[in-house]
Structure formats: C-alpha cells, structure tokens
C-alpha cells in the first residue's frame, strides 16, 4: 500500500518564524539548521516534515524536530530513519513544497 502526503508553504511564513528562536529548535533539528543557508531552505524541510504526517494519515502526533529530514550526496532529500520512503522538494516564488509518499512491503 502506498500512501502519499504532500504540504506547501509560503516562504515569508517561515521566514517570519525564524525570528524566534523558540520556533527554529522546535521544529528543526541541530543538522537541518546546519544545513539550511536561507529561509526557502527551511520553508522546504518544514512542508517535507508536515506532508510526512500528512502520508502517515496520524496527524502531527510528535514534535516536528523529532524527525529528520537529511539530503544524499546528489542533494536528494530523505528522511533519516524512515525506510520505505521518498521524499520531494521544490521551491517557486514565494513557495516552498514538499511531498513524501510511504509504503509497505509485502
């Protein structure tokens, strides 16, 4: 079975957030902070993580920096720990976002 989430976001929205400290490390994890230069980058991991609860179908039950979202050597993103899964983002304009879809062996 393949389930499939998908989020979207506008930059200005998260940019706005980053002002908070409070936001940045609830959200985010010390790797994903590392890793973003800009705020279009965290607005991408911020919809990867939403539309991964999204595919999950369990609603936003964790916090959202407790999991991942790490990029390949090609700059493929994926989600560390979650096997099965595949992982998309994309930025336009004043918008970021992301879809994930999760499956099950059979």
Same mark, same amino acid.
């Given at each position: 079975? *393949?389930?499939?989430?998908? +989020?979207?976001?506008?930059?200005?929205?998260?940019? !706005?957030?980053?002002?908070?400290?409070? %936001?940045?490390?609830?959200? *985010?994890?010390?790797?994903?902070?590392?890793?973003?230069? #800009?705020?279009?980058? %965290?607005?991408?991991? %911020?919809?990867?993580?939403?539309?991964?609860?999204?595919?999950?179908?369990?609603?936003?039950?964790?916090?959202?920096?407790?999991? /991942?979202i790490s990029h390949d050597e090609k700059g493929k993103? %994926?989600?560390?720990?979650? /096997? #099965?899964? +595949?992982?998309?983002?994309?930025? +336009?304009?004043?918008?970021?976002?992301?879809?994930?879809?999760?499956? /099950? !062996?059979?």
């Amino acid at each position: 079975m *393949f389930k499939i989430g998908t +989020d979207i976001i506008r930059i200005s929205r998260i940019e !706005k957030s980053l002002e908070k400290e409070h %936001f940045k490390a609830s959200v *985010f994890t010390s790797n994903e902070i590392l890793y973003c230069k #800009n705020a279009e980058s %965290f607005a991408g991991i %911020f919809a990867a993580k939403e539309a991964y609860f999204k595919a999950k179908g369990t609603g936003i039950n964790k916090r959202l920096n407790s999991i /991942e979202i790490s990029h390949d050597e090609k700059g493929k993103p %994926f989600i560390v720990g979650v /096997e #099965n899964s +595949d992982v998309s983002i994309s930025h +336009d304009g004043d918008y970021a976002i992301a879809s994930v879809i999760l499956w /099950e !062996k059979l």
